[in-house]
């Protein structure tokens, strides 16, 4: 099945501090999606970008699929997003399946 | 507010005793997924619906565990019996046709069922 592998594993920043986050995939996908799951648990969406770039208040992420990457940024970091920050993936063919990764967890300090 | 539903949100069992959680998918939605979430496995797809019928439930352990869609605004998932290795969260999410090769559509999460097997 498709590999999907995220880095860094973790990740401690300063508040305000900028990051990336890196999504690497190993098969054609259709569907790429980014999750922030909060110290609560709940699993929030944050992006559905399959390709491109979008941008969302402090938050950013590209895909280029291509190269089977994608990038999710992070600016002038909060307390508040602290946790996992997911990448799952779709492949081309087959069932059509969502695909996770092993998520990064960040932790942001006050 | 469209949300996956999902009930109950805590369950504390005894080993060997029947667990049934239930997953109310976004109105309109075909696909619906079961995921499990332990520290040690990360997010795992247990089962995979499109328009109720079952397309993939190879990550299921089928000798104790069976999901089903009764209808297209109710999926359970069963565990029969439970065991203190089922312990973990139990996450449905659902996502909006066309959900394929040529659709263009998101999946979204219900808050999860957290089991506990003693």
């Known amino acids: 099945g498709i590999q999907v592998e995220q880095s860094p594993p973790d990740l401690i920043l300063q508040e305000g501090a900028n990051s990336t986050l890196r999504c690497n995939f190993s098969?054609?996908?259709?569907?790429l999606q980014w999750f922030h799951q909060n110290p609560w648990g709940q699993l929030i969406n944050l992006f559905y970008?399959?390709?491109g770039t979008k941008q969302n208040g402090r938050l950013s992420a590209t895909t280029v699929a291509t190269e089977r990457y994608s990038l999710l940024y992070i600016s002038s970091s909060q307390t508040t997003d602290s946790g996992v920050y997911f990448c799952?993936?779709?492949?081309?063919?087959?069932?059509?399946?969502?695909?996770f990764g092993t998520g990064t967890r960040l932790l942001v300090s006050p | 507010d469209a949300r996956v539903t999902q009930t109950p949100r805590h369950k504390v069992t005894e080993m060997g005793q029947e667990v049934t959680m239930r997953c109310q998918p976004i109105?309109?939605?075909?696909?619906v997924f079961w995921y499990r979430q332990t520290m040690m496995q990360g997010l795992e797809l247990l089962a995979y619906f499109r328009n109720r019928a079952p397309l993939d439930d190879s990550g299921m352990p089928k000798d104790r565990f069976s999901a089903e869609m009764p209808d297209a605004t109710l999926a359970t998932l069963k565990i029969q019996p439970s065991e203190p290795r089922d312990s973990a969260v139990y996450f449905c999410?659902?996502?909006?046709?066309?959900?394929?090769?040529?659709?263009?559509?998101?999946?979204?999460f219900g808050q999860g069922t957290r089991l506990t097997v003693v």
């Open positions: 799952a993936v779709r492949r081309n063919t087959g069932f059509q399946k969502l695909v």
């Open positions: 999410a659902s996502g909006s046709p066309p959900w394929g090769v040529r659709g263009n559509t998101e999946a979204f």
């Open positions: 098969d054609s996908v259709n569907n």
């Open positions: 970008i399959p390709s």
């Open positions: 109105l309109g939605h075909n696909t």
